[in-house]
Every structure is written in structure tokens, then in C-alpha cells.
T-cell receptor, first 109, second 115 residues
């Protein structure tokens, strides 16, 4: 499984756009990039998944450059309720999930 | 749909006691997983199952056993609890298929303390 590296923590203010970057230098050809969100005392929740270029849903956007060695989760106009830990996972069919320590995002008023 | 449910929500055990954690899902998922999460850490996979009657070891299986007698249920057992097993335990389930990491649906967690 590809090892991922994310910032340990980030701070932002309400209404700002937040970008969290994940490095995965040894990503394999068939690997996908997936992001999860975890609130305190809850299980993680799927946010978005992509393979290349850009993916957007109602919650976030995922930007993946051509070399796929990194990816950026973009959260538009964050609110206090977006305060959570965000995990970047890389892998493919048949593999197990590996959750690193994630990025702890704090949204300030 | 209830999604993924876990029983119990909280439990305190003494060292050496045994217990079983129950996970149930009503989404007809093939795959089910048990994770543990220690304070400030990410989740670590204990055991998983790719179908009824099958189980496999994950990253940290020692001290735990599992069973998947029914498709909708996945049990995690601690035969002789140790303080090092104090943690929050999450169960998850997902579809099977090809392409990408399957979206996992997580339960609310069981907070276990071993004294």
C-alpha cells in the first residue's frame, strides 16, 4: 500500500477555502485516492474518491496532478462544523484501508 | 435503514475478563471490518471478512478473534482482556467490486476500558 503524508494540523477561519494536501510518492498505477472525515466520538465518513484530474461533489473537490504523487482535498467556505480529522488513503480493489494519523482541521470563528 | 450498529456502546472490563462486541449491518454488504483507534491516532485494522464464513487478519490481530456466521453480523471477541486493549473499536462494512477503495460505512464505535 502506498504510504501517505499529510500535515498533522491546520487552522482556518469560517468562510475560507481550505486545501489539505496529501503526498503519496509511491502510488501504484491502479491505486485510487480516497478521503475520509472523522468527527470526535464518531466513525470516519467517506468524503470523496478520485483517480486523476479533478473530482467534485456536493461536499468537496479533489485535485490530482498528472503524476498522481500528491492530491489536494479542497473544502469550500468552511464552517465551524467542518472541524474534524481528515484522512487521505491510497489503494485499490482487494486491499485494506490504512488510516494514518490524518490532518486535524480546526475552523475558528 | 439503521446502517451499521454496534453493541455495546461502552464497556469496562477487568484484566483477564472476556467479552464479545457485536456489529450488525443492514445494507447487504459483503465486506466487514473491525478497527481500533487509540487516542490521537488513526484507525488500525484488526480483522476483516470478505463474506459469510470467512475472516482474515489485519494489521493488529493479536489478542482478538472474530466470527462471521451470518452475512449481516461480525463479532469481535477478546478472550483475556489486557489494559493495552483499552481503545475505541469501530466496525465498518462495504460493498465488493472492482476499481478503487470501496466506500466503508462505519458504526458509532464501542469505547472499551480495561482496568
Amino acid at each position: 500500500l502506498a504510504k501517505t503524508t499529510q500535515p498533522i494540523s491546520m487552522d482556518s477561519y469560517e468562510g475560507q477555502e481550505v486545501n489539505i494536501t496529501c503526498s503519496h510518492n509511491n502510488i501504484a498505477t491502479n491505486d485510487y485516492i480516497t478521503w475520509y472525515q472523522q468527527f470526535p466520538s464518531q466513525g470516519p465518513r467517506f468524503i470523496i474518491q478520485g483517480y486523476k484530474t479533478k473530482v467534485t461533489n456536493e461536499v468537496a473537490s479533489l485535485f490530482i496532478p498528472a503524476d498522481r504523487k500528491s492530491s489536494t482535498l479542497s473544502l469550500p467556505r468552511v464552517s465551524l462544523s467542518d472541524t474534524a480529522v481528515y484522512y487521505c488513503l491510497v489503494g485499490n480493489y482487494g486491499q485494506n484501508f490504512v488510516f494514518g494519523p490524518g490532518t486535524r482541521l480546526s475552523v475558528l470563528p | 435503514n439503521a446502517g451499521v450498529t454496534q453493541t455495546p456502546k461502552f464497556r469496562v472490563l477487568k484484566t483477564g475478563q472476556s467479552m464479545t462486541l457485536l456489529c450488525a449491518q443492514d445494507m447487504n454488504h459483503e465486506y466487514m471490518y473491525w478497527y481500533r483507534q487509540d487516542p490521537g491516532m488513526g484507525l488500525r485494522l484488526i480483522h476483516y471478512s470478505v463474506g459469510e464464513g470467512t475472516t482474515a487478519k489485519g494489521e493488529v490481530p493479536d489478542g482478538y478473534n472474530v466470527s462471521r456466521l451470518k452475512k449481516q453480523n461480525f463479532l469481535l471477541g477478546l478472550e483475556s482482556a489486557a489494559p493495552s486493549q483499552t481503545s475505541v473499536y469501530f466496525c465498518a462494512s462495504s460493498y465488493s467490486g472492482t476499481g478503487g477503495l470501496y466506500e466503508q460505512y462505519f458504526g458509532p464505535g464501542t469505547r472499551l476500558t480495561v482496568t
